[in-house]
């Protein structure tokens, strides 16, 4: 038995005996066996380094190369934001030293972040991250030129800040104001005008740069703030400012000669009551002739416009429109001959009948104007007195719930009815009391406010200002002048309440109040229009709506009747209307076609008026983009605007012009 196991055991391990000879190549090379344990191998500290220099240089290189300097992007963008905020305040308070210290500071600011967007240069190679920093390259660059415009403003206005009562320079007595004013204005045109070009070619740049950033790559909110329409807004007012500024030059050149600074100049002044709504503004109610010599005003005569229309003894026949919906009217008179919504167009008519009345003086120009500035100036005034005439001021009057110099003014013009005069003698059949008054006020009334306008302390001309402004670009102010140059000057800064012409789609809405008391003091209008792409241009559906929500009173509000008209594209069409009590009719004029219809509108009481109508207009390469012209004397129709789920809303103070 113990042979046996011998055996075995021998067999055994003879069996799994590592060979006694191993060629060379396998003892140089061996290869363990399954029962062998294999070492692991050593790299030893130099491989080890290695290892961690490379895992340090994955962490902190993204580090250095983004992180620090997004950080120090981030801290140099909130010192500008800072700056800026300082820069806007110190500009607000009329400060001009502090202006200039806010607008270095602001420079310097916007200068370190530029600094710190080129040390990313590299980023830009990158797809969409590159679009981000040249965005932001494009607004400092921008920014840059904004602030050296600037610049230029400052230091052309700072010599005079006394004169203006910047810099908390004391104000003085009313009438040294006004006198150091006017003067100003007339010593310094020359010297300002060149400074123009020099502004204009700074914001243009600006212009330029920003309007190559996409707002659209944004998103609607950011940190819980609006980012993407502020973008926009700023990109357009970049655009707009610029655009103001060259188109405002030729009006700036001009100035000697609307201020008769180069001589004498005589102008027709034509009170527009926009509370009876007409084409350009409103009923015609008034006249002045008012003389202007170095920037100083001089009333020649002031009276109504009745007056005026005795002298004229019209038999001229009423266009259709008044025959048809101005109540018993059938000659044509002057104070209805502001009929066409293009106010050159209106005033060529009205000129050329006013030249026929025997004895009217001769005038380079007529300048319309409405209520709007009158209560706007007296908004920032406060309360004026007239000698003779009594106290006025924009408070709410409950009597008629208007502003209180409102309700004066349309005491004295319509409370008792017009002027009725004998056709045969001539002689006067009827006046209202305050007849004789009415003669003598508006002349008085503009002398006294201007004189008080320029000569309001300086904490008052930033309103002042404000409400000049406006009025110019909310068309409450238009001019109509003889010369062609200075013609062309107005017009091309929107002064002169043309109908334009546009190479997109267009919409202007023009009302007209026929006998229906003063009740726009309480219309309120609204429209809206959805545009729909076609093949052969685009399909648009006009609503608007009307609504009186004011009593019958019998004299200032009563039936709104209302001639509308829509200008569109020309070879537009019609495919349905619904609102109107006559049909709608389409005709061509001014370069559009005009839809018109006729509705009336009572107290307390809603009207709505659905066109839907084809176009020919088709997108351009900048996409879909309209015209909208505010119709003069209007305060700001409500709008909305659809388009491709696209939708835009917003009051129609001026023209504005809106791409989707």
């Known amino acids: 038995m113990a042979k046996i196991n011998d055996l075995k055991r021998i067999a055994f391990n003879d069996s799994f005996q590592a060979p006694q000879s191993v060629p060379t190549e396998q003892r140089a090379n061996p290869k363990p066996g399954w029962w062998q344990k294999v070492p692991k191998p050593s790299l030893g500290r130099g491989h080890s380094k290695k290892i961690w220099v490379i895992v340090a240089a994955t962490i902190l290189v993204p580090i250095l190369l983004i992180a620090f300097p997004l950080l120090s992007i981030r801290v140099s963008a909130n010192k500008l934001i800072k700056s800026a905020k300082e820069l806007q305040a110190a500009a607000a308070s009329q400060n001009i030293s502090q202006t200039k210290v806010s607008l270095e500071k602001t420079k310097k600011d916007l200068k370190g972040l530029d600094g710190d967007l080129n040390k990313i240069f590299w980023v830009k190679l990158i797809p969409f991250l590159g679009d981000y920093w040249k965005d932001a390259k494009h607004l400092t660059v921008g920014g840059n030129a904004g602030l050296e415009a600037g610049e230029i403003i400052v230091q052309t206005v700072e010599p005079y800040s006394d004169i203006l009562g910047l810099n908390g320079a004391q104000a003085q007595d009313g009438a040294e104001n006004a006198e150091d004013r006017i003067n100003f204005v007339v010593e310094t045109i020359d010297d300002i005008i060149p400074k123009m070009g020099d502004i204009s070619a700074k914001t243009a740049i600006m212009s330029q740069e920003l309007s190559k950033i996409n707002p659209e790559r944004y998103p609607e909110y950011f940190g819980g703030k609006p980012l993407r329409s502020k973008l926009k807004a700023t990109i357009l007012e970049a655009q707009r400012g610029h655009q103001l500024l060259t188109d405002g030059k030729p009006v700036l050149e001009q100035l000697p000669y609307l ?31 008012i003389k202007v010599k170095d920037g100083k005003f001089e009333q020649v005569v002031s009276d109504d416009i009745y007056v005026l229309d005795n002298k004229f003894r019209s038999k001229l026949p009423a266009p259709e429109p008044i025959k048809k919906y101005l109540p018993l009217v059938n000659n044509w008179f002057l104070r209805d001959m502001n009929l066409s919504p293009d106010f050159k167009t209106s005033m060529n008519t009205f000129y050329e009948n006013y030249e026929t009345i025997k004895g009217v003086k001769e005038v380079d120009g007529i300048i319309s104007v409405d209520t709007h500035p009158l209560v706007g100036l007296l908004s920032v005034m406060g309360t004026l007195g007239i000698p003779g005439y009594g106290n006025y001021s924009a408070d709410e009057d409950k009597r008629c719930n208007c502003p209180n110099v409102i309700y004066e003014l349309e005491t004295y013009a319509d409370v008792a009815g017009p002027i009725v005069w004998d056709d045969i003698s001539g002689k006067i059949v009827y006046k209202p009391p305050h007849a004789d008054h009415r003669k003598g006020f508006l002349g008085p009334l503009m002398n006294t406010l201007i004189a008080n306008a320029l000569g309001q302390p300086k904490e008052k001309i930033p309103g002042l200002f404000d409400v000049a402004w406006n009025s110019l670009m909310e068309k409450h102010i238009m001019f109509y002048m003889h010369d062609n140059k200075v013609q062309s000057a107005l017009e091309s800064f929107n002064l002169a309440g043309r109908i334009r012409e546009y190479d997109g789609d267009y919409l202007h809405i023009n009302d007209s109040n026929f006998a229906g008391a003063k009740s726009n003091l309480y219309v309120q209008h609204e429209f809206e229009l959805e545009v ?45 209307s619904t609102g109107s009590e006559v049909p709608i009719t389409a005709s061509e004029d001014l370069g559009k076609t005009v839809f018109e219809g006729f509705f009336i509108l009572r107290p307390e009481g809603v009207t709505d008026i659905k066109i839907t109508y084809k176009t020919p207009i088709k997108l351009g390469k900048d996409g879909y983009k309209l015209l909208i012209q505010k119709q003069p004397g209007t305060a700001g129709h409500l709008v909305t605007i659809k388009s491709d789920k696209k939708k835009e809303e917003f009051k129609l103070t001026t023209d504005k012009e809106i791409r989707l």
Request: proline share 5%; charged share 25%.
């Open 259 to 289: 201020l008769g600074i180069n001589g004498e100049k005589t102008y027709l002044f034509l009170w527009q009551n926009d509370k009876e709504l007409r084409p350009t503004g409103g009923f015609i109610t008034a006249y002045s002739i």
């Open 532 to 576: 729909k792409q076609t093949k052969e241009g685009t399909e648009n559906t006009l609503t608007l709506k009307y609504k009186n929500p004011q009593k019958y009173d019998g004299w200032l509000n009563g039936p709104f009747r209302d001639w509308f008209r829509v200008y569109v594209p020309k070879g537009s069409m019609i495919v349905d």
